[in-house]
């Protein structure tokens, strides 16, 4: 049972956009900023999104991240086939003093 | 360039202690708010953090984990080891070295993971 809760799968056409959730407590997002990652097929995650909503360099501006409370989104417009991959939101819990992670969302491009 | 690299064994005894190194380069473990952390994933499953130490030998454990594990640091040879003592089977999965950093927060870059599996 994972701290931070996520959709265990999402899905979307070429060209749609699709939202994937992340619900948390006061002791974690709502009080310390969200991380996001990406898991392609095979691959080592990679960071997607900083500090809720700061994409690092060479992640394309087509993933958007927010946060409102104690619960955190990622947004991908324009989906693409490549994107079809596990997406993981992370954030600090002060009370357990400790990272944790949502369960992971896959992605399905159909 | 940033990278980092995790070495060990690739099948452990039940009981037995895992010893995992992560070698990284293109940045340094005395910059301040810089730390190195490990994460695993269970075949199949989610991400797990385990450990995180800072520039300042500060040590952070996951709770449920806190007994097994020990993190320390080489800064002089960038690296950082782990040690999870009394291996048992549902310890088998993917281990990841991680960079932390006081701006971007835990991950920003990752190994490549190593896959640690346990023999019955």
């Known amino acids: 049972q994972s701290v931070l809760t996520q959709p265990p799968s999402a899905s979307g056409t070429p060209g749609q956009r699709v939202t994937i959730s992340c619900s948390g407590s006061?002791?974690?997002?709502?009080?310390?900023?969200v991380n996001w990652h990406q898991q392609l097929p095979g691959t080592a995650p990679k960071l997607l999104i900083y500090t809720n909503d700061q994409r690092p360099s060479g992640v394309p501006d087509r993933f958007s991240g927010s946060k409102s409370g104690t619960s955190a989104s990622l947004a991908i417009s324009g989906l693409q086939s490549e994107d079809e991959a596990d997406y993981y939101c992370?954030?600090?819990?002060?009370?357990?003093?400790?990272?944790?992670f949502g369960g992971g969302t896959k992605l399905t491009v159909l | 360039q940033i990278t980092l690299k995790e070495s060990g064994p690739t099948l452990v005894q039940p009981t037995q202690t895992l010893t995992l190194t992560c070698t990284f380069s293109g940045f340094s473990l005395s910059t301040n708010g810089v730390g190195v952390g490990w994460i695993r994933q269970p075949p199949g499953k989610a991400l797990e953090w385990l450990a995180l130490i800072y520039w300042d030998d500060d040590k952070r454990y996951s709770p449920s984990l806190r007994s097994r594990l020990t993190i320390s640091k080489d800064t002089s040879n960038n690296q950082v080891v782990l040690t999870m003592t009394n291996m048992d089977p549902v310890d088998t999965g993917t281990y990841y070295c991680v960079r932390c950093t006081g701006v971007t927060g835990l991950g920003d870059h990752w190994g490549q993971g190593t896959l640690v599996t346990m023999s019955s």
């Open positions: 006061s002791s974690n997002i709502g009080s310390n900023n």
């Open positions: 992370a954030a600090w819990d002060d009370r357990l003093n400790a990272w944790v």
